[in-house]
């Protein structure tokens, strides 16, 4: 998964490929047409409403990879401003997933890329990288 260039007309059309749902279960449930469907799976953005809707019909969070991204991606922040004052929810940016570290594990393992470009590239503490390392190394281990 590419984190980096999210096309999420593709990944919904990929995840209805995959789930077998029906073209007019989809028509029914988002009351559009074949067409409007087409236009979607092409499309590299979409209103959230629109997402939510595809990520209920489809029991998959598309919301998740664009904070993926954001784990990955955007510069970490040092401070939250006026954290105290805001009545919008605040969120840690440093909660990694599962599939999120096996993702960087599995660039490491092969040699894709070498522990300080992970550090670099994505921006994970070192400790954190090495925590993963062995925790999960011990963890295969043992199975």
Do not use: C
């Amino acid at each position: 998964m590419n984190f980096k260039d999210i096309h999420i007309g593709n990944l919904i059309e990929q995840k209805v490929s995959e789930s077998g749902i029906e073209t007019i279960r989809i028509e029914n449930f988002l009351k559009i047409d074949e067409e409007e469907i087409a236009k979607m799976y092409a499309a590299k953005s979409m209103d959230a409403e629109v997402l939510l809707k595809w990520s209920k019909l489809l029991e998959y969070d598309f919301f998740r990879i664009y904070s993926q991204h954001l784990i990955l991606y955007s510069p970490s922040s040092r401070k939250v401003r006026n954290a105290d004052k805001s009545e919008v929810p605040i969120f840690r940016k440093s909660i990694y997933t599962k599939e999120m570290i096996d993702f960087i594990l599995e660039l490491v393992a092969s040699g894709k890329k070498t522990k300080i470009q992970i550090i670099e590239e994505y921006r994970i503490p070192k400790t954190t990288l090495y925590k993963w390392i062995i925790k999960y190394k011990s963890h295969e281990e043992t199975h």
